[in-house]
């Protein structure tokens, strides 16, 4: 398996821009998570998919953060208007499902986005 | 609710010493417990877990990690350490009970410094 596919690697652009990050879990896994890390916050949860559906969006940051999830096979992560302090490294990850109704386990994460707001 | 704490932002060892990098957590019920690698440019990798069972687990590249139920710490540790562990790591905790959130909260990460 290719692990998790994310796009682009590194994305620059200008302050109010429309930035869509994309994500292709591993096949399989029903959970989906994307994650923000900057150096003064670090690993941030935004927002968590199970089966397509957002489960826990309360740490999206605002809205003009959104995510979708149309199959079990893509995600994308869309800002816009981005900002400067929008920047950061963006991650996408995947989990198998565990036996218990919502429960997740191990966490395989993509390479991430590196984007940059100026 | 679950937290998990880091307290050491960074760890400067020798090569060829052994190796710890310390995590605590706080659950309501039991504990599972998962250790994550990052490498320069790259995403968290997994390196093992405890759910059940054993307290000491092993995982990838020779790390292992000891869970104390007593002291809530769930500590990382390598005999001998090489160059190439140098890196950032993550402890994470999810809490069992039924009432908690079925997602991990990792912590800040601590960053490890293995010296020629």
């Known amino acids: 398996d290719a692990g998790v596919i994310q796009s682009p690697r590194h994305e620059v652009t200008e302050m109010g821009q429309e930035v869509t990050l994309r994500c292709k879990p591993i096949?399989?896994?029903?959970?989906l998570f994307w994650y923000r890390q900057t150096m003064m916050r670090g690993l941030e949860l935004l927002i968590y998919?199970?089966?397509?559906?957002?489960?826990?969006d309360s740490g999206m940051p605002e809205d003009r953060f959104s995510a979708k999830m149309p199959n079990a096979s893509f995600s994308t992560l869309k800002i816009q208007p981005s900002e400067p302090r929008d920047s950061a490294v963006y991650f996408c990850?995947?989990?198998?499902?565990?036996?218990?109704?919502?429960?997740?386990?191990?966490?395989?994460f993509g390479p991430g986005t590196r984007l940059t707001v100026l | 609710a679950q937290s998990v704490a880091q307290p050491e932002d960074q760890v400067n060892v020798a090569e060829g010493n052994p190796l710890t990098v310390k995590c605590t957590y706080s659950v309501s019920g039991n504990p599972y417990l998962f250790w994550y690698v990052q490498y320069p440019n790259r995403g968290l990798q997994f390196l093992l877990k405890?759910?059940?069972?054993?307290?000491l687990v092993k995982g990838s590249y020779g790390f292992e990690a000891e869970f104390n139920k007593s002291q809530t710490s769930f500590h990382l540790k390598k005999p001998s350490a090489l160059v190439s562990d140098s890196a950032l790591y993550f402890c994470?905790?999810?809490?069992?009970?039924?009432?908690?959130?079925?997602?991990?909260?990792f912590g800040r990460g601590t960053s490890l410094i293995v010296h020629p």
């Open positions: 096949s399989g896994h029903n959970s």
């Open positions: 990850a995947s989990s198998p499902r565990v036996g218990l109704a919502g429960g997740t386990d191990t966490q395989y």
């Open positions: 405890y759910i059940t069972g054993d307290n």
């Open positions: 998919f199970n089966n397509n559906v957002p489960i826990d």
């Open positions: 994470a905790v999810r809490d069992s009970a039924s009432g908690g959130s079925y997602i991990p909260t």
